[in-house]
């Protein structure tokens, strides 16, 4: 297994075997979730957010919020947890989110976020796991 700071390598067939067909589409084929399907839209628990790929941990609870879209939303990842690139699909421009550690596609980040940041990382909830603090 690949050091947690390490980039995770797999073949298509790999993730296939490992994902969800839902997980693969997003994750791996730049997919969308069908919107307000996520149950992470509505939890409002105290924990951690990570990729559904490889485990890396990549927005606290803290930093959710309900943007109205139907997606997860948060206004700041976790230190070092995404990379961004410039989405120019569907006739459009955006700035797509992916997990640093293995490259799974997460959603996307908008300029229209609350403060502190601005920002709002629509996220697709098939790309993520919650863990609960367990100071609950």
Known sequence: MAEPDTPLMKTDEEWRQQLTPAQFEVLRQHGTERRGSSPLNYEKRTGLFSCAGCGAPLFASDTKFESGTGWPSFWA?????????????????????HCTRCGGHLGHVFPDGPAPTGQRYCMNGVAMSFAPSDAQ
């Not at 070092?80 to 989110?97: N, P, Y």
């Open 77 to 97: 990842p976790i230190d070092g947890a995404i990379e961004t690139t410039v989405d120019r699909s569907h006739f459009m421009t955006r700035v797509e989110v």
